[in-house]
Structures are given as C-alpha cells and as structure tokens.
C-alpha cells in the first residue's frame, strides 16, 4: 500500500471511530448502531492484499474491541476469521460489484454474530447473554448492508487499492 493510500485508510478509520463512538450513540438506538469498521474491513478484504490485509484486519478488530467495550479480542479474532474466509473465495468472484460488497457485509455481519456468540457462550456465563444477542441482529444486519450500500455509491468504489 502507497503512503498515499494508508494515509487515506487512517483518516477513514480515525472519521469512522469518531462517528461510531462519539456521534451515533447520541442520536441512534444501540440496536441501529452500525459497525463503521467491520464495513471497512470488508472493503479491504476485497479489494486489498493479503499481506496488507491480514494485519489490518486485526488491528481493526482490536479498534472495534476498544471502542465497543468488549471482550479485548473478540472482535479481532472474528474479523480476522471472516478476512480469511472472504479472502479465500474473493479470488473466484468479480470484487469490484457493489452487489457482492452489500452481501459480503451483510454476510459479515451475520459471522461476527455468529462467531461471538459462540466465542462469548464458550468464555462466560452470563445468562440471558444470547437473548440480548439475538434481539439486536436483525437491526444491525439491515442498518450494516444499508452503510454498505451507501460506501458503494461513493466515487472511486470501483477503483482498485493502490499495492506496493
């Protein structure tokens, strides 16, 4: 990735961790909460390395770990977990359609789900931990593929990131 390009990542990532943290909570239900980063690390899924990707999927994981006050890890694992699988089939499929973005998301979205609630019944036992889950997924899974849509119509969606 140029300098240009990871100059550009961090000032997104920075804009989306100040939005997600500071400016939705007042002005939206936790349920309707979208996940900015878990979005981007699609986006770099797709359309980046694995070299570069991998590490940045992690620490994006971890970012998401910090803000949302989870389990210090969990998010990272998971979005570690999802970049592997997506960057396994992504080869095989046309990255560049905004279809394939939306349902990757939305495909994401449903795997986080999945991987911490099977990761958090495994190292807690707080109960009614699944109900709690379970009621905030549908929202979230709409609210995510709607800011997956909306990334897609940006200019320059369909560009290529700058490899190095």
């Given at each position: 990735?140029?300098?240009?390009?990871?100059?550009?990542?961090?000032?997104?990532?920075?804009?989306?961790?100040?939005?997600?943290?500071a400016?939705?909570?007042?002005?939206?239900?936790p349920?309707?909460?979208?996940?900015?980063?878990?979005?981007?690390?699609?986006?770099?899924?797709?359309?980046?390395?694995?070299?570069?990707g991998?590490?940045?999927?992690?620490?994006?994981?971890?970012?998401d770990d910090?803000?949302?006050?989870?389990?210090?890890?969990?998010?990272?694992?998971t979005?570690?977990?999802?970049?592997?699988?997506?960057?396994?089939?992504?080869?095989?499929?046309?990255?560049?359609?905004?279809?394939?973005?939306?349902?990757?998301?939305?495909?994401?979205?449903?795997?986080e789900?999945?991987?911490?609630?099977?990761?958090?019944?495994?190292f807690?036992?707080?109960?009614?931990?699944a109900?709690?889950?379970?009621?905030?997924?549908?929202?979230?899974?709409?609210?995510?593929?709607?800011?997956?849509?909306?990334v897609?119509?940006?200019?320059?969606?369909?560009?290529?990131?700058?490899?190095s």
């Open positions: 990735m140029s300098r240009r390009a990871s100059l550009l990542l961090l000032c997104i990532v920075v804009i989306s961790i100040v939005i997600q943290v400016l939705i909570p007042v002005f939206v239900r349920s309707f909460k979208p996940d900015l980063l878990l979005v981007i690390m699609v986006f770099i899924t797709l359309r980046g390395s694995l070299q570069v991998a590490p940045i999927a992690w620490l994006l994981g971890l970012l910090v803000c949302s006050g989870l389990y210090l890890g969990l998010n990272a694992a979005f570690l977990i999802s970049f592997i699988v997506i960057r396994s089939v992504s080869d095989r499929l046309y990255a560049d359609s905004a279809m394939l973005f939306v349902l990757t998301v939305a495909g994401v979205t449903l795997a789900f999945t991987l911490n609630l099977l990761l958090m019944v495994m807690t036992s707080s109960p009614g931990l109900y709690s889950m379970f009621s905030d997924i549908f929202p979230r899974l709409l609210v995510n593929a709607f800011i997956a849509s909306v897609s119509l940006f200019p320059g969606f369909d560009c290529q990131l700058e490899t």
